[in-house]
């Protein structure tokens, strides 16, 4: 498996694309009448370029719903990204050799096929930066006649944003909401921030249908909005005691796993408030 072979996409809504990177994350191309954005870039290690050109023959415009490498290493592929302020200091720099070979060996190995993983130049891979454009919340991509709308959500990482959608009433979260959000790691914000924050998203739930997460099977990622009520209730409970989670642990370090309705969360104890 190489270059385009490596991602699979799904048209979910008229002009709009999801761009599944074998099973790790998920990208969305979204088009309007004038230009395209595309929300996030992947690891970067396929021809995403190439297949963005089988999509949309618009002018592209890129940026990271976070910082995150699984999000921005693909970044390389362009010229210029936008990502919230907050997490600007993500892009800013390219990765180690160091960093890139812990990343081959503790996470990229587990989730591409080895052929690929093997042929990576660590060298080459994720080496060139593009030009890094500061988003700011309420900050709108106007594509032609479709509007995407920058909210602010910090809580996964302090410059996390979902984008809204307004003429579709889609809203695509990056991993701000997904099963489980990850809260546990050293640039999360505390559980009463997320929360708080969250409850801002919720005054907002009359202008969208679904979700759009950044990691979900291809198959089945539309989730619908209510989801948010179910995150800030469940959050709610634990923070009261109610609800406690059981230790679970990832390749991003350890935390307590706690899971209500059809999703949850991972976040750290000690990190509550």
Not at 97 to 121: G, H
Request: hydrophobic share 35%; net charge negative.
């Amino acid at each position: 498996m190489q270059g385009s072979e490596l991602y699979r996409t799904k048209q979910i809504f008229e002009k709009t694309w999801a761009i599944d990177e074998n099973g790790s994350d998920l990208m969305y191309l979204v088009c309007g009448n004038k230009k395209s954005l595309l929300i996030d870039t992947g690891y970067g290690i396929g021809d995403l370029p190439n297949i963005i050109a089988t999509l949309s023959p618009l002018p592209l415009t890129v940026m990271n719903s976070h910082g995150h490498p699984d999000h921005t290493l693909g970044n390389s592929f362009f010229k210029r990204v936008y990502i919230h302020k907050a997490d600007k200091p993500f892009v800013d720099t390219p990765p180690s050799l160091e960093t890139k070979q812990w990343m081959l060996e503790n996470v990229l190995q587990y989730t591409f096929p080895k052929q690929l993983v093997n042929s990576v130049n660590l060298n080459t891979w994720a080496a060139k930066l593009p030009s890094v454009i500061s988003l700011e919340e309420g900050y709108v991509f106007n594509l032609g006649n479709r509007h995407l709308e920058v909210i602010n959500i910090p809580g996964h990482t302090p410059g996390s944003v979902c984008m809204l959608d307004k003429e579709n009433r889609l809203l695509f979260t990056g991993d701000t909401i997904q099963n489980p959000t990850w809260l546990h790691l050293e640039e999360s914000l505390p559980l009463s921030h997320f929360h708080k924050n969250l409850k801002s998203l919720q005054s907002r739930m009359d202008e969208f249908d679904f979700i759009l997460p950044g990691h979900a099977d291809l198959d089945s990622l539309l989730l619908p909005s209510t989801l948010i009520n179910e995150f800030v209730s469940g959050i709610e409970k634990i923070l009261s005691g109610e609800l406690v989670g059981h230790e679970e642990k990832t390749f991003a370090g350890n935390g307590f796993r706690c899971n209500f309705g059809s999703s949850g969360i991972v976040y750290r104890p000690d990190r509550m408030r």
